[in-house]
T-cell receptor, first 114, second 112 residues
């Protein structure tokens, strides 16, 4: 099976712009979670989508949003970019309806905000 | 609330030496614990996981971890380090809303 894919891998934006990141989960996985990784804060959970519904949300401002499509692909959007949004954004997919569930991560999108 | 503490942000070992990366957890419910590895400029790769059952868990690349409830620990070990093991290692616990709570990571250096 193909793994989790994320596009683009690298992105450079300027402050105030918005950005959309994409994640395609492993075939058959219905849950997609997003994490932000920075040197200062480490790995922090953004949100999780399951069957097109946001099921879980971390402590991030409303500028961070996401959605999931019927084929389980997910997008994450960040509006009004700030310098502090520079990070590696990781998406993880899982079956989502089993206990225990295991998350499998993609390679990440490295966002640089200038 | 669940949390994870990784002792030692950097660990250095010689090639062939024992690798020991420490992880302690806090959880109000029976924990599900994970170790992930991250190579430079890559995502996280699952090394192993503990859910229920056998407390000694074997993972990929010769790594294993032992769940010790009395010590609230889930330390990662490998008998003999290889140069290719140099990476950052993250311990994580699944919280009661099913999201992963990660430790701050341990960077492993392997010297020839």
């Amino acid at each position: 099976k193909a793994g989790v894919t994320q596009t683009p891998r690298y992105l450079i934006k300027t402050r105030g712009q918005q950005v959309t990141l994409s994640c395609s989960p492993i075939s058959g996985h219905r849950s997609v979670s997003w994490y932000q990784q920075t040197p200062g804060q480490g790995l922090q959970f953004l949100f999780e989508y399951f069957s097109e519904t946001q099921r879980n949300k971390g402590n991030f401002p409303g500028r961070f949003s996401g959605r999931q499509f019927s084929n389980s692909r997910s997008e994450m959007n960040v509006s009004t970019l700030e310098l502090g949004d520079s990070a590696l954004y990781l998406c993880a997919s899982s079956l989502g309806d089993r206990d225990p569930d295991t998350q499998y991560f993609g390679p990440g999108t490295r966002l640089t905000v200038l | 609330a669940q949390s994870v503490t990784q002792l030692g942000s950097h660990v250095s070992v010689s090639e062939g030496a024992l690798v020991l990366l420490r992880c302690n957890y806090s959880s109000s419910v029976p924990p599900y614990l994970f170790w992930y590895v991250q190579y430079p400029n890559q995502g996280l790769q699952l090394l192993l996981k503990y859910t229920t059952g056998a407390t000694l868990v074997k993972g990929i690349n010769g790594f294993e971890a032992e769940f010790k409830k009395s010590e609230t620990s889930f330390h990662l070990t490998k008998p003999s380090a290889h140069m290719s093991d140099a990476a950052e290692y993250f311990c994580a616990v699944r919280d009661n809303t099913d999201k992963l709570i990660f430790g701050t990571g341990t960077r492993l250096q392997v010297f020839p």
